[in-house]
Every structure is written in C-alpha cells, then in structure tokens.
C-alpha cells in the first residue's frame, strides 16, 4: 500500500467545521463501539458493525446519519481493529496491552492527537484533473483544492484509491490517499553488507568505524520544545473554567513546533535508511524492544529511542522496495562480547573501548558491537565471518533462525545469492 498526503485548500470556515463534525462522528462511532464491548465483551466484528446501523438510525443522534455509511463503517471497524489487537497481545504476554482507551476530542488538533476520519470508496469524488476533491456526504464539506507535490499528483491520476482519510494536524486538514499498489523498483546492488549498533554517542556505527550523528538543528528545534511547554505550563491556571487567550496562543504554538519537529525527525530518517539500504545489499541491526523504553524520563534518550524506531521501520521499508534482505537481531550481548574471539568481557555504559583480554583486541566499543551485530545477521544467512582471514564466508548451513525476532523468507535468502565471494572479501574487518 502506498500512502499519499495532500493539503486541503481553499475551504471555507463552514466547510472546515463540516471536516471537524466529521471526525468526531467517527471518534463517537468509535467510542460507543469500546463502550459497548467493554460492557459485553463478547462482542465481535459483525456487532460492532450491527451496532453502526443502530447508531445512524437512533433518534438520539440524528447527525450521526449524515456521515456517509462507509465511514461509520470504516470507524466500527477501527474500534475492531483496538479491540482484536488487544486481545493478540494479551496472548502473546506483551508488558503493555493497550487496553482499548475512549478518544477524547481534542480541539487544537496537536501533532500527537491529529484525528481523523476514514472515507472508503464512496462519499467523495475526485475532479477529473485531480485538482480538487468534492466530500459529497450528509456533512456537505464541499470542494476544496488540493496541495501536493508532483509524485502524489501523478499517482492520484495513475492509482487506485482504497480510502482517503482525512487529518487534522496543527496546521491545517489534510487528505491522506491510501493507493492499492506496492511500491518495488530495481535496486542498486552493491555486494556489500553492514551491521549497524544503535547507540548514543553515534546515531549508529557501522562495522568499519563509519558513524552517523544526530543532527545539531534536530536537538536545538527539541530544546524550543521544552522551552514553549515550559511558556504554556506557566500560562496554565488551575481549576479554571476556561483558559486565557494567551494559553490558546502558547498551545497553538506548542503543536505547530511539534509538527515541525516530527516532520523534520521523519524526513532525516527516511534519508539516512535510504541512503544505508541503497548502498548495501544486506542490512543487520539490533532488533530494539521499542516497549521497553517508553517509559523513559531522559529526554535525549527518549528522542532517540523514537527516531531509532523509526530509522529502522524505514530499513525495512526500503529492504522491501529494493528487493534487498534487512535483518532484525536480538541485541543480547552484542556489546559485551569480543567480535575477534568471543570473549565475554562485561564492561559498563561509560567505558568507551573494547579491550579483549583474551587475544588482546582493542577497538570502539560501537564498533565491536556493530561487528558482532552483523556477525549474527550473516549467522541467520549461513554466511560465516572468518576473522583469521579478515572475510566472510559461505557456511554449511544456515543459521538458527530463533535466535533472530524476525524471520527471514526463503525469498530474501535466495536473493543473498547475487553476492559473490569476490565481493564479500572487501568487507573489511577493523579488528585485524
Ligand atoms: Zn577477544
């Protein structure tokens, strides 16, 4: 699937207000859909989608008709969606649940909270030079233009459109068009292979010392963030009905910063996996417990906790473009064993090098650790690192796959094959 975002334009207030009934139709949709399976929990999809047919016919709640049926639909379903993946985690014994919570309305629509709505395939129609979209429903919200760049104008023409769903960010509502395609092109093979340890110090480090670093204006845009929560907490009044206009002022600037800061984070991410995946044909990084580090209360470490996530979402993503093998392993001991030897050596988050007792290697302790980072990863692939010799080599057979949390399909195993022995050999090994 391939998701395309358009701004909407040249609306008018009323016709903005019809896009904000709407989303909270279907936050309402949603809500009394968790009320409901949180009052009989034996309730299941075919219900919840009962339930919608009762909700637009219910007296009650007379605009709840005017969304249109595929969207009340689409937001039954998304309550399912809550529901049943609640349930998956509770079997799989995950720490964090994420019991189905009710969805509050958020006014000012900041970046965390955009809401949405979900059209199918009907309740909107596309003009014939894909300039506008007409939302053609009970809420009326009319014709608006549409801004976008010139890839999302040229799929909006070539594409089928699955759903468009709408957003509300902190500035401004947007049209996500959800295209039934995949996206695959020819990669550029390369034959060459890097095993990335996420850190600190470094974004990453690679096996031959190369480190990228978090950029300098992604740390200053962070730091104006805590500075305009600490403006907005001040402004804050407690128990009052209503807060000042200043208040609202300082929130509006809050979300918009914190949209800019997103998008800015995102764009890095994508740019820095796009540029690891196309110049290497086999990817390894440590599959990191996103779970266990939410609950983190330094912010430095929190930040790169999220962008680390997203970096390798993004590996992923292109391996699969690309057609080339990106693999996820489990990040114990990688930075405590010797990527020459073997050699436990048990060292703390501050000592910076690597040092062997056992056959006397000193190296950075990240580069060690991408070492044995990818070490694992050509493991799983049944190619073996001959550190005597300095190159890789084709083992007998492959790997343990347990010892990965994601497996590798006998596709992406076959396509390992384009890399030649010749080529592996100018993997270089620092440790030698
Ligand atoms: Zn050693």
Known sequence: MIVREAKLLNGSKEQYQAIDSAIRTAQFIRNKAVRLWRDEPSVNKARLSLLCKELAHDREYPWVKRLNSMARQASAERAWNSISSFYRRCKEGVKKKGYPQFKKHSRNGFADAARTVEYKTSGWKLSEDCLTINFTDGLKAGRFSLFCNHETREDLFRLKINRVRLVRRADGYYAQFCFDANRQETGN????????????????????????????????????????????????????????????????????????????????????????????????????????????????????????????????????????????????????????????????????????????????????????????????????????????????????????????????????????????????????
């Open 189 to 432: 093979y390369t034959g060459n292979v890097i095993g990335i340890d996420l850190g600190l110090k470094y974004f990453y480090k690679d096996q031959n010392d190369n480190a990228a670093t978090y950029p300098k204006y992604l740390r200053r845009a962070e730091k104006r963030i805590k500075k305009l929560q600490r403006q907005l907490s001040k402004k804050f009044v407690k128990r009052a009905k209503s807060q000042s206009n200043n208040y609202h002022k300082a929130r509006i600037r809050l979300g918009k910063a914190h949209l800019k800061v997103q998008r800015q984070r995102k764009d890095w991410a994508v740019k820095l996996a796009r540029c690891v995946v196309h110049s290497n044909d086999v990817v390894v990084y440590e599959d990191l417990k996103i779970q266990n580090m939410v609950k983190n209360h330094d912010l430095a470490k929190s930040i790169s906790d999220a962008s680390w996530y997203q970096f390798t979402q993004w590996l992923d993503y292109f391996g699969k473009v690309w057609d080339k093998t990106v693999i996820a392993v489990a990040p114990k001991y990688t930075s405590q064993d010797c990527s020459n030897c073997g050699h436990r050596v048990k060292k703390s988050l501050s000592t910076r090098t690597h040092q062997c007792p056992k056959c006397k290697t000193e190296i950075c302790r990240d580069t060690n650790a991408a070492l044995n980072v990818l070490k694992k990863g050509m493991n799983i692939l049944g190619v073996e690192l001959n550190s005597t010799q300095g190159h890789w080599e084709t083992a007998g057979k492959p790997g343990t796959l347990e010892e990965s949390s994601t497996t590798v399909d006998e596709r992406k195993l076959e396509s390992i094959s384009c890399l030649d022995e010749s080529r592996i050999n100018s993997v270089k090994n620092p440790a030698l």
